[in-house]
């Protein structure tokens, strides 16, 4: 099994920022993709920003400039650095990894239980 747990969200009020910790733990042979997503209220789940093993990284337009992923793979952890942060960001946050297990020739995508970040003065 593989689990995902996230950390760092909460309540900022506008400009401020948040940091957002997903690490990822079980029978992982590796990891391929990383990233986060959002979910607001009343919308669909959308893509925030993605990074590959080697550091390849692509953000949601309205969060360019911004928003910063990275990933330590030593640790099996993905980051969100938030700056900025406007009231539409307001959402829950799921990371999620692409992850081969031990013993399986295919990567699956496996998800973090989500944390909230509202955005508000």
């Known amino acids: 099994q593989v689990q995902l747990v996230e950390s760092g969200g909460g309540l900022v009020q506008p400009g401020g920022s948040l940091r957002l910790s997903c690490a990822a733990s079980?029978?992982?042979?590796?990891?391929?993709?990383m990233g986060w997503y959002r979910q607001a209220p009343g919308k669909q789940r959308e893509l925030v920003a993605v990074?590959?093993?080697?550091?390849?990284?692509n953000y949601e337009d309205s969060v360019k400039g911004r928003f910063t992923i990275s990933r330590d793979n030593a640790k099996n952890t993905v980051y969100l650095q938030m700056d900025s942060l406007k009231p539409e960001d307001t959402a829950v946050y799921y990371c999620?990894?692409?992850?081969?297990?031990?013993?399986?020739?295919?990567?699956?995508?496996?998800w973090g239980q989500g944390t909230q970040v509202t955005v508000s003065s």
């Open positions: 079980g029978s992982i042979f590796s990891i391929n993709v």
């Open positions: 999620m990894s692409n992850v081969q297990r031990m013993g399986v020739p295919i990567g699956v995508a496996y």
């Open positions: 990074v590959s093993p080697g550091g390849t990284k």
